[in-house]
């Protein structure tokens, strides 16, 4: 069964404007522990062929890591796997796919994005379950190395500079875009919700972001246009700035002066405006 699915909330693009409560269910956690201990005995059988120990590896270091992403307690009697089969699943991480999944993903952001006013529900599902599914690969980076590290401590090993850049790569290519993902919220908050919030700015690529409203990013255009015909609107979306970067720690010295009435800006606002108009002859 679907972990995830067990999890999610409906399909719709929308999701509330708060971030997903943290909801485990039990019995997600029973099947993650009954999954690592089959690759435990995998791993624990002697005609199990080297190529699929290595692939098994890396699936229980998944589980060690969601565990421990919803600080849950690991299985209590962890297996010992030695550095060099550990170094093996590191190394079995292509940066090269890495760079392409940022690609792919950047491109379904795009083109979401270009297209945010048509309708399609069967498009938009099927670009939230490909972004979701490009997004997976990121994800695989971050747990088989938090596997390796719960295992191995500070003897875990590090990613290959070849890995260090395609990870910076993507961070660098999606992090800034995140918002552009909120069509895709129904299916990243599923994913949120299986992580603890203390850990979820490690797994921002589920996290950040799910609490925007996909509606949003649609209305922007018209936001952009009125702002434009009315300097009273563009005032209106000021204060609205303004609130914001007052709740996100950003505020500027002119954020926290006393605010003037309504009368009095719409007031100033029409005296920039008559400043503005051509001297008549």
Known sequence: MDKIQQNRPGNSASVPAEMPDFKLNPEIVQDILADAKEYEQELSDANTPEEEKVECAGL??????????????????????????????????????????????????????????????????????????????????????????????????????????????????????????SFANSRRSGHAMMIHPENRKDYWWWCEGCNIFWGDIQTAGEVAELMERYETFRTFVERFRRTARIMLGKAKPEDVKPRRSEEEIIAAVLEQAKAKEPEQE
């Open 60 to 181: 229980y270091l998944e589980c060690l890591a969601a565990l421990s992403a919803a600080k849950e307690s690991l299985p209590e009697t962890k297996l010992e796997l030695s550095e060099s089969l550990i170094q093996k699943v590191i190394g079995m991480l292509s940066a090269e796919v890495l760079t392409d999944e940022a690609d792919r993903v950047i491109e379904i952001i795009n083109r979401t994005i270009d297209n945010c006013h048509d309708d399609e529900d069967d498009e938009l599902l099927v670009s939230q379950l490909d972004i979701e599914h490009h997004l997976q690969y990121r994800h695989r980076f971050m747990t088989r190395m938090e596997g390796a590290r719960l295992v191995l401590g500070d003897k875990a090993p590090d990613y290959s500079d070849e890995q260090k850049d395609a990870v910076l790569y993507f961070d660098g290519l999606i992090r800034p875009i995140v918002w552009g993902m």
